[in-house]
């Protein structure tokens, strides 16, 4: 058998459906390259995954890993595939049928290491959430510093940088990316669709451990790159702190000053205050969407992350002062 052109690695951890929709649209992509693999990689899942997928003529890989995360699932698929190309996929998203046919060409160019399309919410109106989330997705294209796990990727680069971090549980890919940039490669985002994800927060809770586990990214990958080459998110968790610190002190001095003067008047302020900045924002992303309310809300959800996000990074320093290192922080 011929070698194939292409190695698609999925990873997975209790996708149900999702997960046989993703690798479905694999099957179903136009044009696909000469021996196309596909490769799922299952992280201990409970629900049957890897009995279901492999139903579907797929090739299985489970792994048990101490502490699951994306950066060992996707070791395991690519260090098991056997083309140049390595396509990484979530189980929770759908692949557009075109992206692959549009994508391959630009390996042409020997420095190209990575390429990734336009990837934006399955369910955009499920929830308020998702409607917001959804420009979070949205990035410029050209070459860029960083992609998501959801790239296109070539094998012997890969291989250069030893893959991905496995001791990460969240921040792997500007990893990685930030390692493949420093040995002259690039990275390139084109201007086309490329996967849609669901990404299935209906709850409070679910959002907040979601921005918590961005924190937690933010102080790992900032403190393990500090004294090396490639230093990382150095001064965006400096600034996330900052802002974070700020918009509690104008609430805080707003509650107290209330307290004080027994006059809604400096909470009203400190809440304008905050719309204010809510709304710069929006202005700023205005670039991402045209409904003024979606913008409006993500100008709100801009500004209050910084708090969650702030108190994921002073998690991970609380664990590793205690010599601990959390598990997979998961929200679905």
Same mark, same amino acid.
């Given at each position: ?34 021996n ?31 502490? #699951? ?14 083309? #140049?190309?390595v ?17 391959l ?24 959430y ?9 990035? #410029? ?58 990404l ?126 959390r ?5 679905k």
């Amino acid at each position: 058998m011929k070698k194939p052109q292409l190695s698609v690695v999925i990873i997975g951890r209790n996708e149900g459906q999702r997960l046989i929709a993703c690798i479905r649209s694999v099957q179903a992509i136009n044009d696909p390259p000469e021996n196309m693999e596909i490769i799922y990689v299952d992280s201990d899942s409970s629900d049957g995954s890897p009995e279901r997928v492999e139903a579907l003529g797929v090739r299985v890989l489970v792994v048990h890993p101490e502490r #699951p995360a994306a950066a060992i699932g996707r070791n395991a698929g690519w260090r098991a595939a056997a083309a #140049p190309v390595v396509l990484f996929l979530d189980g929770d998203t759908i692949l557009n049928r075109d992206f692959v046919k549009t994508a391959l060409p630009y390996f042409d160019a020997p420095k190209v290491a990575a390429v990734c399309g336009h990837n934006r919410e399955l369910y955009p109106n499920n929830s308020i959430y998702h409607r917001v989330l959804d420009l979070d997705w949205i990035s #410029p294209v050209g070459i860029s510093d960083f992609c998501g796990g959801i790239v296109l990727m070539r094998y012997s680069v890969l291989e250069k940088v030893d893959g991905y971090d496995p001791k990460l549980i969240a921040g792997e890919d500007p990893e990685i990316c930030q390692r493949i940039r420093a040995c002259g490669y690039i990275i390139r985002h084109l201007d086309c669709p490329m996967t849609l994800h669901d990404l299935a927060i209906s709850h409070w809770h679910q959002y907040w451990q979601r921005t918590i586990r961005t924190g937690h990214a933010y102080a790992e990958v900032s403190t393990l790159l500090r004294n090396t080459t490639t230093p990382l998110w150095q001064r965006e968790s400096r600034k996330n702190f900052f802002h974070a610190s700020t918009l509690v002190g104008i609430f805080m001095v707003g509650l107290i000053m209330t307290l004080l003067l027994k006059s809604l008047t400096p909470l009203l302020l400190s809440v304008a205050l905050f719309l204010l900045l809510s709304v710069r924002t929006a202005i700023k992303a205005r670039w991402k969407s045209t409904d003024i309310i979606t913008l409006f809300l993500y100008g709100l959800h801009s500004q209050f992350q910084h708090i969650p996000v702030a108190l994921g990074q002073l998690s991970y320093y609380y664990h590793r002062w205690r010599g601990q290192r959390r598990r997979l922080i998961e929200y679905k």
